[in-house]
């Protein structure tokens, strides 16, 4: 009791060492990067803050420095190895 679901799911298990550690894509001193365990979408990527916040307003400076700098990472990565696929954010 006293986690939530959310940060639990897509924060502590892929930065964890079971098996769900093997779906982390990328991870920043503010942000984890990884694929879903399963989904209907080939390159479906999760991204989410490692602090626990009900309001996204209240993100800082430098988390915001470093979601720019994941966000430029994720694209990269659709646009070089998967040949510029199409995606949504």
Request: one cysteine or more; hydrophobic letters at 45%; proline letters at 6%.
């Amino acid at each position: 009791f006293g986690l939530c679901v959310g940060c639990q799911v897509l924060v502590s298990a892929p930065t964890g060492s079971d098996l769900a550690s093997e779906r982390l894509v990328l991870e920043t001193a503010h942000f984890v990067v990884s694929a879903p365990f399963a989904c209907r979408e080939r390159w479906r990527l999760y991204l989410a803050p490692k602090r626990h916040s009900p309001d996204f307003f209240q993100i800082s400076v430098m988390e915001l420095e470093d979601l720019a700098h994941v966000l430029k990472r994720v694209l990269q990565m659709y646009y070089f190895k998967l040949n510029d696929c199409p995606f949504n954010i």
